[in-house]
């Protein structure tokens, strides 16, 4: 039996566990060191032949052991990866993640509870219960169920306490709430921007309801008025999907007028908030999302600005009886009998069945930061927007869209085309200097950069400037 390897979870999983994580740990740092900067230099073919170089052989016959092993691997990942830790990596709204939430996700993976059965995961099928409900009150200022759906209990205010669904992320979530509204109402007609994330469209085409009514967004948002004529279009029930924080250039529609509009026209409201929902975190930016306490259904998405490890997703639902949609029965994992005996149902609380407890990492850092601390970090990233904006404005080689909403800026080199604003973008891939988004917006093309970094320092994003217009053709 001693030769076997050693498992991650009881009593002696700890003990294994410690000397692979110290080599998981140097070779992460030897990969940042070697990469030395914000993504691997040479492009998709030298990346993929540094890749196939160290995995010759992947499947060898005899193993190398696992110190090889990790440490082989995981530098060459380290080495070869687009770091969001790094300030100039700013493409995407993709976080680095906060160390504590990292070494929570460590013990899911050694533990590998299943959400799909109380008896997979006894802890942490109420853990889930609790940061569920406590996310979804940051939404609709309720207090808590005992489920994390489902339940007729009330807050100690009177009001029906919200509840929600853990997901993958704002796909997931975005998805889940068409789901929901057509369980519900039926056959129905969704309106959107032209502003919506790709999900919406795609949902629908999924669950198989007639293409979205899709609403011009010029200005990048919704005007309510273009909601109500869409409305005034649809015969029988709808479903209107409004933005807090486009993917593009981080744009809040106007809530408040969007949910007046629904309400005139008995129309349901879902908020994709999957960008702008850390807002909701900080006293001062929170107003931005007035009016998202009317929404049905609303997307979170902790793996953007929550910086947690992906996935930390939240379908949050304003209405928790809304979920029952979702019960199913199996009878091995949650047999009548078992219930009536008081073993908690967690079937219907997701449409998946295997779910790793991703909502750990998200209960660590909630209570480790606590609000005010997840506020500080989201004032800081929205501030270095605000930074960059004003050095992109105040520089006579650059053009700004707008000043940010939330931490998205874009911004284009002056008198250069398209074809090639997007060759630098290349470049600077290809090189490996910067991660830089792109995104159309008054029918151009700009440079996107996403701050999501709180460790960015005013002398990076003066370097962002120089390296862009370092490689603007003149």
């Known amino acids: 039996m001693s030769s076997l390897p050693p498992l991650a979870g009881g009593v002696h999983g700890p003990q294994a566990l410690r000397p692979l994580v110290d080599t998981v740990l140097d070779a992460l740092r030897d990969g940042a060191e070697a990469r030395g900067g914000p993504l691997p ?29 990790l440490r082989e691997l995981v530098r060459a990942v380290a080495e070869g990866a ?5 300030p100039l990596c700013a493409a995407h709204l993709h976080c680095p993640p906060l160390a504590v939430a990292a070494a929570a996700d460590l013990a899911v993976s050694a533990l590998n509870p299943s959400l799909d ?4 995961a006894p802890a942490a099928s109420e853990l889930e219960t609790l940061v569920v409900r406590t996310l979804a009150a940051q939404v609709y200022g309720t207090g808590g169920t005992s489920e994390t759906g489902g339940s007729s209990e009330t807050s100690e205010t009177g009001a029906a306490p919200a509840g929600g669904i853990v997901t993958t992320g704002g796909t997931e979530a975005n ?14 007609r969704i309106v959107c921007g032209e502003n919506a994330h790709h999900s919406v469209v795609r949902g629908a085409w999924l669950l198989g309801l007639p293409a979205p009514l899709i609403v011009p967004t010029p200005r990048g948002v919704l005007d309510p008025l273009a909601v109500g004529e869409a409305l005034e279009q649809t015969d029988g029930p709808a479903l209107v999907v409004a933005t807090a924080g486009t993917t593009d250039a981080g744009l809040i529609d106007p809530l408040p ?10 129309a349901r409201l879902h908020i994709d908030a999957a960008y702008g929902g850390g807002l909701l975190f900080s006293d001062t930016l929170r107003p931005r999302l007035t009016g998202i306490e009317h929404a ?29 949609t979702l019960a199913h029965q199996a009878d091995y994992l949650n047999a009548d009998d078992d219930t009536e ?10 449409p998946r069945t295997t779910r790793r407890p991703d909502i750990l990492k998200i209960a660590v850092t909630l209570k480790a930061l606590g609000r005010t601390g997840l506020a500080t970090l989201v004032d800081q990233v929205c501030a270095h927007a605000r930074e960059f904006a004003d050095l992109t404005a105040a520089h006579p080689a650059f053009d700004l869209y707008a000043p940010p909403t939330i931490s998205t800026v874009l911004f284009r080199p002056r008198d250069t085309d398209d074809t090639h604003i997007a060759a630098v973008r290349r470049t600077l891939l290809d090189n490996g200097h910067a991660v830089l988004g792109r995104a159309r917006a008054d029918g151009r093309l700009w440079l996107k950069v996403t701050l999501l970094n709180p460790h960015t320092r005013p002398a990076d994003l003066t370097a962002l400037l120089t390296l862009v217009e370092g490689h603007t053709p003149r």
């Open 41 to 69: 230099r040479g492009g998709p073919d030298a990346v993929a032949q540094r890749v196939r170089d160290i995995c010759e052989p992947l499947f060898p016959e005899q193993g190398t052991g696992s110190e090889t092993a």
């Open 257 to 266: 007028r969007i949910a007046d509009q629904c309400a005139t026209h008995s």
């Open 341 to 350: 005996a008081g073993l908690p149902d967690l079937l219907g609380r997701s």
């Open 117 to 120: 059965s109380w008896d997979q």
């Open 175 to 188: 998805q889940l709430a068409l789901l929901l509204a057509r369980e519900l109402l039926g056959p129905l």
């Open 82 to 86: 687009a770091d969001p830790a790094e």
């Open 296 to 324: 049905d259904t609303t997307t979170l998405d902790l793996h953007k600005l929550g910086w947690q490890p992906v996935a930390a997703g939240l379908l949050a639902v304003r209405t928790p009886t809304d979920l029952d």
